[in-house]
């Protein structure tokens, strides 16, 4: 989905961007409550962006934003129509998990953070964002029209990340005819909608374990100055790493030439680089 590599910079080891597919995080974990709300919002948000701009024929923009707004300009153009895309991503992403039966712990815990990702696409500064144009005589703003569009979806996935170091441990419990999740830890105050949540806690990242998709961090390239999770002290989960000398190839004394294009040499350049024990 969209945004999503770059959220996953500051992810464990094992969700970060690989060349190869890697399997899902484990489930009932929440790192798999974050790829259920991220992907539930990405989903929704390229519906959005699809409508606004011509490519489906059964939605199009929003056509509840008109008149004048508080501000004092013209609502017009084509606003984006996140409600069809919220919509669309419920009918299409919550299938699945309709199908086992809404009793499955499993089930409640997806369809729970699928609803946490749209709702805090929805509830980003949607209704603040704006795209305006200016009319009037000799480019005055004599006229403003505005119309509402999505952020970046970028901002989704810090707000979703935000939502991954705050998600609350939950289990099922039968209130009244129903079963439902509630924290695990009864001194936890209850999760709201746009808040994510898990079942399970998270294997150790540390080591490889294939069987729940975990590649581990060994081999890993680190960065030895670094004190966040891509620095050596973190990544290589205190085994130490090796340093090595190594020789990359890149371009360098580049130059436009007409007309057009550009020439480069090719130049080697000594690093030193550092992977994981």
């Not at 929003?62 to 609502?75: C, I, L, Y």
């Not at 670094?226 to 990544?235: F, R």
Request: one cysteine or more; glycine letters at 8%; hydrophobic letters at 30%.
């Amino acid at each position: 989905s969209p945004g999503r590599t770059h959220t996953a910079s500051g992810a464990p080891p094992s969700c970060r961007a690989s060349p190869r597919a890697l399997p899902l995080p484990p489930t009932g974990t929440r790192e798999a409550a974050f790829v259920y709300a991220i992907s539930s919002a990405g989903v929704a948000f390229a519906v959005t962006r699809a409508c606004s701009s011509g490519e489906l024929e059964k939605c199009g923009c929003d056509r509840t934003v008109h008149g004048v707004s508080p501000q004092g300009f013209q609502w017009s153009g084509c606003s984006d129509n996140i409600a069809y895309g919220v919509a669309f991503s419920q009918s299409f992403v919550d299938v699945r998990e309709r199908s086992k039966g809404a009793s499955s712990s499993r089930a409640l815990m997806n369809l729970h953070n699928n609803e946490a990702g749209r709702k805090v696409a929805w509830h980003l500064p949607y209704h603040a964002t704006t795209g305006c144009k200016c009319h009037g005589v000799s480019g005055s703003c004599e006229v403003k029209t505005c119309w509402r569009a999505v952020p970046p979806f970028r901002q989704v996935g810090h707000a979703l990340k935000e939502k991954f170091d705050g998600a609350t441990e939950v289990e099922p419990r039968r209130v009244g005819s129903s079963r439902a999740l509630v924290p695990r830890n009864a001194q936890f105050k209850p999760h709201t909608d746009e808040d994510l949540v898990y079942l399970e806690p998270s294997p150790d990242f540390c080591e490889q374990d294939m069987r729940s998709g975990v590649l581990g961090t060994r081999g890993r390239t680190c960065n030895k100055t670094s004190k966040a999770i891509d620095g050596c002290e973190l990544l290589c989960c205190g085994r130490g790493f090796h340093t090595a000398q190594v020789e990359l190839a890149e371009r360098c004394s580049c130059k436009f030439h007409w007309c057009c294009f550009v020439k480069c040499r090719q130049c080697q350049r000594l690093v030193e680089l550092h992977t994981c024990r």
